[in-house]
């Protein structure tokens, strides 16, 4: 390190294995890195814990401590985690110590800086989540193939304004596009229906995590 430049810190909220229950590593064996902190709040939001609190650690303990679970995937998330700069250096050493690595981020926040290595989960916010005007469109425009799209959608309004994002920016020609209803506000049957019906070129997602553990932290 560079005279006079001290290490990186973060605030995490707790780091822990599990299955990844979204996206298309969903079953996978993961190590979770949870951040602390989120610009945002979305109505229906379920990681209002990571908001605040969470303890400073340096990069190289982080490190050791996902090293410890002895996985290959790690997934980065909070919160919103592209809210602490030290991130990105976090997202790059965790790739050049052999992990294959996803960011679970809002949408809100410029993804531009990410190392191309890692696998970028990014939020679309429909009307539902409160938090629609915080998208940030620019980052479409920078996906490719080995990034994912994520809409949680809590009614048909939000089904309906998902159909036009996709059809507007081409979101499926892009990379993957996931939509997931809102636990205990959209029943699953009704959106698979609608996917099936409208022929949507998208992958229907239930949060493994909750029908496996409920509303358990660190599983």
């Not at 303890?55 to 303990?61: F, K, V, Y």
Request: charged share 20%.
């Amino acid at each position: 390190m560079p005279f006079g430049q001290t290490a990186p810190t973060l605030r995490v909220t707790e780091i822990f294995a599990s299955l990844q229950g979204e996206s298309t590593r969903v079953g996978l064996p993961t190590v979770f890195v949870r951040l602390t902190g989120c610009p945002l709040r979305c109505l229906w939001c379920d990681t209002d814990y990571a908001f605040r609190g969470g303890e400073t650690l340096g990069l190289q303990a982080i490190l050791d401590d996902v090293s410890a679970h002895a996985l290959h995937y790690v997934c980065v998330t909070g919160g919103e985690p592209l809210s602490q700069p030290a991130c990105l250096a976090l997202l790059t050493a965790l790739c050049e110590a052999g992990h294959s690595v996803s960011l679970e981020t809002s949408g809100a926040l410029d993804i531009g800086g990410v190392d191309p290595r890692v696998s970028r989960i990014v939020d679309l916010k429909p009307p539902g989540s409160g938090e629609a005007g915080r998208n940030r469109i620019e980052n479409i425009a920078l996906l490719n193939a080995h990034d994912e799209i994520k809409i949680v959608l809590a009614d048909e309004a939000d089904y309906q304004w998902a159909r036009q994002q996709i059809a507007a920016h081409r979101l499926a020609e892009r990379c993957p596009v996931l939509l997931s209803p809102v636990t205990n506000r959209l029943d699953p049957t009704r959106l698979a229906e609608w996917i099936v019906r409208d022929r949507l070129p998208v992958r229907f997602q239930l949060q493994l995590h909750k029908l496996l553990w409920k509303e358990a932290r660190g599983r």
